[in-house]
């Protein structure tokens, strides 16, 4: 009995589409790539071959595959599904965004679009329409986690703490296996500083998925605020091996190195972090390029802050090498650094933030001079103080024949990580009972209040009504005996100044501090206090009051 042509390619046609579901993808391409010769332009031939070349990986074939079946049967919603999909993988998200919102036009219920759509629009930035998708997959899938991971992902993006715990944790009711929503429960205890149970979820994701790159990266920022810095470089390593394009990561080790000291190492993957998601949007887009170190005598040189005034002020000690390199330096600061910088010895243009800029043949962001000039811990510059206190800046304080401190306790509210590095006034009581000692606060901002609401204004003067800017900041420390402070604007600008500064630090402190030293290159008038244990700062107390005690007495017996 003859079998007709048409029989032979509905045998054919199920033979390949047994061949996918059983996912032996490179027969089935073949099976379908034979089909297409006998039937060309046939619109579910080139779906179902785009899927096979999809599944083996043939990225750019199965795109141009898609394009086909969409060309003879352009309401095919799955090969719509496809050609977003490889527009995704290879970066065009503009592009894949658009194909997936086709494919849902034709078919609304496509989740794993929808799926694509949230997660695509949350990695763009665009929370709301990212957030709008993911809730339309938990009405359309009530009981799918990954649909509750994707809104807690999204709304710990947008810093929705409270309502990303209750997603995340509901994800892992549905199902305990699902490692992304570990991973995200871990990063959203890291956000709420607590260290111990994001590890325990992102070894959790780990152990579920050891391939993920992000995981490992998270677990190794963790693992550093738990100042177990040697597992941290390990687990850095490996998402660079799984990764090696995560800018994330690369800035992430560069940080641990600096604070390691190995500063030759870090510089350049320091440099990746206008690439990373938290500095990404403050990049500045200049059309003239960044100056590699290289003297251009006849250029000018656009120098412009971009991190804490801290840091400004720590790299301002570069001002001279510029002067050595290029024709003209100018600096391009916050307002209330202006006066300060101006007051330096030097031939150089200092502009304030949104001012126009004078014209400029090359730019650098501030805190790249030491990578620039290759600085390691041994060759920090230092020739003196290189802050003065500006004459233009008047002000007063009560005479005190005993040792006037001036003192800081918090930082700002905006960097991610005051609470670590401040305490509170409470804690420093036992410095306030010394004898022969005076307080002066350089405490700018709000935190000032406290003098008086803790009750300390008998022991603390409020200096903010003085503290105009840096400039007069600068003018009272010059009048202090010492100045004791936290990581925070006023220690760099006291040390720069060779004030002697005492700098109280948390356990995990930032990387210009290195690790376990009291003193630090950056500034030889500066003695760090650590914490010995973290969140503990009644060591750190004790020890200043110590030294502060020898001070009185020292002081007393002249």
Not at 10 to 15: C, G, H, L, R, W
Not at 218 to 223: A, E, F, I, K, Y
Request: with cysteine; hydrophobic share 45%.
């Amino acid at each position: 009995m003859m079998v007709s042509r048409k029989a032979q390619l509905q045998v054919a046609f199920a033979n390949a589409q047994a061949l996918q579901e059983e996912g032996r993808f490179a027969e089935a391409e073949r099976a379908w790539l034979d089909l297409e010769k006998d039937i060309p332009s046939h619109a579910g031939v080139l779906v179902n071959l785009a899927m096979a070349q999809w599944q083996l990986g043939a990225l750019e074939k199965a795109e141009g595959t898609a394009a086909r079946a969409i060309g003879v049967g352009p309401e095919m919603e799955q090969a719509h599904a496809i050609y977003a999909a490889a527009a995704e993988a290879r970066g065009a998200n503009s592009d894949a965004i658009k194909r997936y919102e086709r494919a849902l036009e034709l078919k609304p219920q496509l989740t794993s679009v929808i799926y694509s759509l949230a997660n695509l629009h949350r990695r763009q930035g665009g929370f709301e329409k990212a957030l709008y998708y993911a809730k339309r997959l938990t009405v359309a899938k009530p009981r799918w986690a990954k649909a509750h991971d994707a809104v807690g992902a999204i709304l710990l993006a947008t810093g929705d703490l409270v309502g990303a715990g209750h997603a995340l944790n509901y994800a892992v009711q549905l199902d305990p296996t699902l490692a992304s929503a570990h991973g995200n429960l871990g990063m959203l205890k890291a956000e709420r500083r607590e260290w111990t149970e994001a590890l325990e979820h992102l070894e959790a994701a780990l152990s579920l998925a050891p391939n993920m790159a992000e995981a490992h990266n998270n677990r190794g920022n963790v693992l550093i605020s738990l100042d177990r810095l040697p597992e941290a470089e390990a687990a850095f390593s490996r998402a660079l091996e799984l990764d090696p394009e995560s800018t994330d990561a690369h800035f992430n080790q560069s940080l641990l190195w600096l604070k390691q000291g190995k500063w030759q190492e870090a510089w350049p993957g320091f440099e990746s972090r206008w690439q990373t998601r938290e500095l990404a949007p403050f990049r500045r887009l200049f059309k003239k390029p960044l100056w590699d170190g290289k003297a251009t005598p006849n250029h000018t040189l656009l120098v412009h802050g971009e991190q804490g005034a801290g840091d400004l002020i720590m790299v301002l000690r570069y001002l001279p090498m510029l002067e050595e390199r290029v024709g003209q330096v100018v600096i391009e600061c916050p307002r209330e650094l202006r006066s300060l910088i101006n007051a330096m010895p030097g031939y150089y243009k200092c502009v304030t933030f949104g001012d126009s800029l004078p014209a400029f043949d090359m730019h650098l962001p501030a805190m790249s001079l030491p990578g620039i000039f290759k600085t390691m811990p041994e060759t920090i510059p230092w020739n003196g103080p290189y802050i003065p206190a500006p004459d233009s800046a008047i002000t007063t304080i009560p005479i005190h024949k005993g040792i006037n401190i001036g003192l800081t306790w918090t930082g700002s509210k905006l960097n991610p990580t005051n609470d670590e590095r401040s305490i509170t006034l409470t804690a420093l009581k036992p410095l306030f009972e010394i004898e022969n000692c005076k307080f002066f606060s350089l405490q700018h901002g709000p935190a000032g209040d406290e003098i008086r609401t803790e009750g300390f204004a008998d022991k603390i003067i409020d200096m903010r009504p003085e503290m105009t800017d840096f400039a007069a900041t600068a003018c009272l420390i010059s009048k202090m005996d010492l100045v004791i402070s936290v990581c925070t604007s006023v220690a760099h600008l006291a040390a720069a100044m060779g004030k002697t500064t005492w700098i109280m630090l948390a356990a995990v402190a930032d990387w210009r501090w290195l690790v376990g030293r009291e003193d630090t290159p950056w500034y030889p008038s500066a003695q760090l206090f650590r914490q010995s244990d973290l969140y503990d700062w009644s060591t750190v107390v004790a020890s200043v009051s110590v030294e502060l005690q020898t001070w009185s007495a020292n002081k007393q017996n002249r």
